[in-house]
């Protein structure tokens, strides 16, 4: 297991240690910080594994920082820790780019499960590989591949598909979806963008996984249902 470093920005100094001493157990660095001003500085010096963020920050909105993070294309996995267990606050962290959230008050043991499952599916990415079920993702030939097969899919189709495949089992937003299809340009519409869902769900009709629209939320990549 290759060590870590965390960046852990909390305000409430009693969580911020119980959760700095539960990550640094296994040789992990965490660095500590109560507002987003220390935090920012520390974030673009630093090369940090994950951002643990909480959002009720003295100085600023954990969510503002999260959105400028994101807007500098800066692709640091943020897991965020929120108050509130209500579905609005859910989607607005997850369409400003996290990649989790938590709800306090929370258990340590799930949390350090949350953490693995983000670092896996980081560490999946950056050695080029992206694989659920018997779905396959080779991120450098951006070719994929059903149980070995190839299957086409157009730049557009493939970048869909990744967004799906590193967040398999979860909800991502329409929103989310049609910005990481920015070309520096416009978001792609609403239309263009059931288009290219649709093509992708006659393209993987032959995995085991589907891709379920959430109405009124975004999509799913999962496992299959087997219809009687
Ligand atoms: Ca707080």
């Known amino acids: 297991m290759r060590t870590m470093r ?4 909390e305000d409430d100094v009693q969580t911020a240690s119980s959760l700095a001493r539960a990550l640094g157990t296994e040789g992990d660095y965490v660095d500590v910080y109560g507002t987003c001003r220390e935090a920012e500085q520390a974030l673009r010096s630093g090369d940090y594994g994950l951002l643990i963020l909480d959002l009720g920050l003295p100085d600023q909105e954990g969510s503002a920082l999260l959105r ?3 807007a500098r294309h800066d692709h640091t996995p943020v897991l965020v820790l929120t108050a509130r267990d209500e ?3 859910r ?4 369409n400003l780019g996290a990649d989790d959230y938590l709800s306090k008050p929370f258990d ?3 949390l350090q499960a949350r953490i693995r499952a983000i670092t896996r599916r980081t560490r999946a990415a950056t050695d080029g590989q ?3 079920g018997n779905l396959r993702l080779d991120l450098s030939s951006r070719q994929a591949e059903v149980s070995g097969r190839g299957i086409g899919l157009s730049p557009r189709e493939l ?4 967004v799906l495949m590193l967040r398999p089992g979860r909800v991502t937003s329409r929103h989310l979806m049609r910005n990481c299809l920015d070309n520096g340009g416009e978001p792609l519409s609403d239309g263009a963008l059931d288009v290219c869902m649709h093509r992708i769900r006659k393209k993987i009709e032959s995995s085991s996984l589907e891709v379920r629209p959430v109405r009124g939320l975004g999509y799913i990549l999962q496992e299959t249902v087997q219809k009687a």
């Open 87 to 89: 579905l609005d606050e």
């Open 130 to 132: 992206l694989v659920v």
């Open 6 to 9: 965390f960046l852990l920005i």
């Open 108 to 110: 340590l043991a799930e």
């Open 91 to 94: 989607v607005r962290v997850l």
């Open 159 to 162: 970048t869909v598909l990744e």
């Open 68 to 70: 400028d993070l994101r």
